[in-house]
């Protein structure tokens, strides 16, 4: 539902004009507006969201590097630069996969090479992000299950106790989270984590929504060497991270219900890539 209230409270505060709906969100609702002759984004969030809070931190800490701009932002609202053109995951709908991959690298590149202090308050810490994997590797312990999920929180225990190259991470990067700007190709939706920069290669990997292209060991592999490459890191550590994201997804999706193809779909991933984890 549409606050309208809230809606001319920003228009007014911050001098905008012209709201286009753009689209609705679990977390907020996000307009185009003009901000004296630009265009720009203002999302209005919902009410007690953090992850959106935490975003903005991770937004103003990149400064423009490889992500929009953040221009203004309180509890309740974010003002951002608008990338209005094409997703990156159009150029994989006409089979310029490694392409979007190469794309991706850069665009992480440009997130990780930026060189502040890193801020110690309103990011999550990924010891953090992984509650939900771990909490359902616990319960699958008590009942006496020897599941992926266990197996995946066993692996992800030890990449977090031995983090290297730790860095503000972006934490969503996928194919329709980054879109071509008058700057070039550009994130958003920051998720705003801290930890080792390979764990922002793992949803990429996971992604898009193509099954006959993400369920393929070949494609896998060969867009991980790309990513592992491109950025210094080590591909092993890079497919691990994967393969914890991928059982931390499922984890996620498991707690609702309806979400069975969502769960498999993840599990999927993380079973192409189990069988390329190297001990650490």
């Not at 905008?16 to 996000?30: G, R, V, Y």
């Not at 310029?96 to 090479?113: C, F, P, R, S, Y």
């Not at 329709?176 to 700057?183: D, F, K, P, T």
Request: aromatic residues 8%.
């Amino acid at each position: 539902m549409i606050d309208n209230k809230k809606l001319n409270y920003y228009l007014a505060a911050w001098n905008l004009s012209n709201p286009q709906l753009l689209t609705q969100t679990e977390t907020s609702h996000i307009y185009t507006v003009k901000h004296n002759t630009e265009t720009v984004i203002l999302k209005l969030l919902s009410p007690s969201e953090t992850e959106e809070q935490s975003g903005a931190v991770a937004l103003r800490y990149f400064d423009g590097c490889g992500a929009v701009r953040l221009l203004r932002f309180d509890e309740a609202a974010q003002l951002v630069e608008y990338a209005a053109g094409k997703e990156l995951v159009t150029l994989v709908e006409r089979g310029e996969d490694e392409n979007a991959t190469q794309i991706i690298a850069q665009v992480i590149k440009q997130l990780h090479g930026v060189h502040q202090d890193i801020p110690t308050n309103g990011l999550f810490l990924l010891d953090r992000w992984f509650e939900a994997l771990f909490n359902k590797a616990a319960a699958d312990r008590q009942a006496g299950i020897e599941s992926i999920y266990v197996r995946g929180a066993s692996l992800a225990e030890q990449l977090l106790a031995d983090q290297c190259d730790v860095r503000v991470l972006h934490g969503d990067i996928h194919h329709r989270n980054i879109r071509q700007s008058s700057r070039g190709w550009l994130t958003f939706d920051p998720k705003g984590l801290v930890g080792e920069r390979a764990y922002d290669c793992a949803n990429a990997l996971c992604n898009p929504a193509m099954p006959e292209i993400v369920h393929n060991e070949a494609r896998l592999l060969t867009n991980a060497a790309i990513l592992a490459d491109a950025l210094e890191i080590d591909q092993s550590r890079l497919l691990a991270f994967t393969y914890a994201y991928a059982c931390l997804n499922a984890s996620w999706w498991s707690r609702g219900t309806g979400a069975e193809d969502a769960v498999q779909w993840s599990l999927d991933v993380a079973m192409i890539i189990e069988p390329h984890i190297e001990l650490l």
